[in-house]
């Protein structure tokens, strides 16, 4: 692996994981990646998941998490969708 990448695991819930059909996918992303660029990332791979763009929230390594964080090396990312179908 190159010094200029990071590897990280992604859990996935929710539409993303009905979208990827694992619970669980590894990116290798450039240093000084923010999570927000995975969320964009996963929304290019499969448009159908635009809709949760706003609505997505984020973890890292088990603490929720603002959207410019960023990221390091080994981190575990979760992206959280609304589950029960939308905002109130």
């Not at 448009?47 to 890292?60: D, M, S, Y």
């Amino acid at each position: 692996m190159s010094h200029s990448t990071i590897t990280v695991s992604i859990k996935l819930f929710a539409a993303y994981q009905e979208a990827y059909g694992v619970p669980e996918i590894v990116l290798e992303l450039p240093k000084e990646t923010a999570v927000v660029a995975v969320r964009d990332r996963l929304i290019n791979e499969h448009p159908e998941l635009a809709k949760w763009r706003e609505v997505t929230r984020f973890g890292i390594n088990l603490q929720f998490v603002e959207s410019d964080t960023i990221l390091q090396d080994g981190d575990e990312v979760v992206l959280i969708p609304p589950v029960s179908g939308g905002i109130s």
